[in-house]
C-alpha cells in the first residue's frame, strides 16, 4: 500500500518535471552542468533581443544552437523567421523531446553542435546562426569545433548571435576571424547577459 503510494507519488513528480521548464533547467543543470550553463530559462526579452538582429531579406536558414526550453526559439518565430526555415539543435535529450512536443512543425535535432556540418542538408545557405551554447564551459575541444563551422557555415555574409552572461570580453571572441558589429547588455534577464553579434565574409 505504502510502496504503492510512494510509486505514484513519485510518477507524479517526474512528470511535473517533466513538464515544469524551471524544473527541467534545473534537472539538466544538475546532470550536465557544463553543457547546461545556466541556472534557468532565458527571459523574453533575451530572446528578443537575440532574434532582432536575424535579417529576414534572405532567403537562408537560420539555425538556433541549444535550444533548451524553447524561449529564444518562440522568439526567432515572433520576430517572423517562417519555420519551415529554422533548424533547432539540442544536444540534452531531454530538452530536445521537449522542443519538438512544444513545437511540432519545427525541425529539432538532437545532436552536438560539434557536429553542425554532419547535421545539416548538404549545400545549404545559412542567414543565422542563433546560439545559447554556454562556450565558456564546454569543453575548449567541442567550442572550438563550434566556433569552426561557424567561420565556414557564416562565410557568405552570415551573421552569428550569442549570448553569455560574462558582461566583458571573453576568450573565444579573440579566436574568430569575424567583425564584431555589435554588443548590448540585458539587465533585466537572471544573470544579466551580453547579446554579441559578428559578421563573416568570404
Ligand atoms: C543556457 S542553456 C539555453 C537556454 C535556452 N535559451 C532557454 O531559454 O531554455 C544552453 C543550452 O545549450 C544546450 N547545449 C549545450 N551544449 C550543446 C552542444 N554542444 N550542442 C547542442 N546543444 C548544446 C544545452 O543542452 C542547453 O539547452
Not at 550553463?37 to 526579452?45: D, L, M, N, T, V
Not at 519545427?106 to 545539416?120: M, S
Not at 569575424?178 to 565574409?201: D, G, K, L, Q
Request: with cysteine; net charge positive.
Amino acid at each position: 500500500m505504502v510502496g504503492t503510494w510512494c510509486r505514484s507519488g513519485l510518477g507524479r513528480l517526474k512528470k511535473t518535471v517533466r513538464h515544469s521548464r524551471p524544473l527541467m533547467f534545473v534537472n539538466e543543470l544538475m546532470h550536465q552542468p557544463k553543457f547546461t550553463g545556466a541556472i534557468c530559462p532565458s527571459s523574453r526579452k533575451l530572446g528578443r533581443y537575440m532574434a532582432k538582429h536575424i535579417p529576414l531579406n534572405h532567403d537562408g536558414i537560420v539555425i538556433e544552437l541549444g535550444g533548451g526550453t524553447g524561449v529564444i526559439t518562440q522568439a526567432i518565430l515572433d520576430h517572423g523567421v517562417p519555420a519551415d526555415k529554422l533548424i533547432v539543435i539540442e544536444f540534452s535529450n531531454v530538452f530536445a523531446q521537449h522542443l519538438q512536443r512544444r513545437f511540432p512543425h519545427l525541425t529539432i535535432i538532437n545532436g552536438n553542435a560539434a557536429d553542425l556540418d554532419a547535421l545539416l542538408p548538404p549545400d545549404v545557405r545559412i542567414n543565422a546562426i542563433v546560439s545559447s551554447l554556454p562556450l565558456i564551459s564546454l569543453p575548449p575541444e567541442v567550442r572550438s569545433r563550434i566556433l569552426h563551422h561557424w567561420q565556414t557555415l557564416l562565410k557568405d555574409e552570415g551573421r552569428a548571435i550569442q549570448f553569455t552572461y560574462n558582461l566583458r570580453q571573453t576568450q573565444w571572441q579573440a579566436s574568430l576571424n569575424a567583425c564584431h558589429y555589435s554588443s548590448e547588455i540585458v539587465w533585466t534577464n537572471v544573470p544579466p547577459a551580453r547579446v554579441m553579434t559578428f559578421r563573416f565574409a568570404a
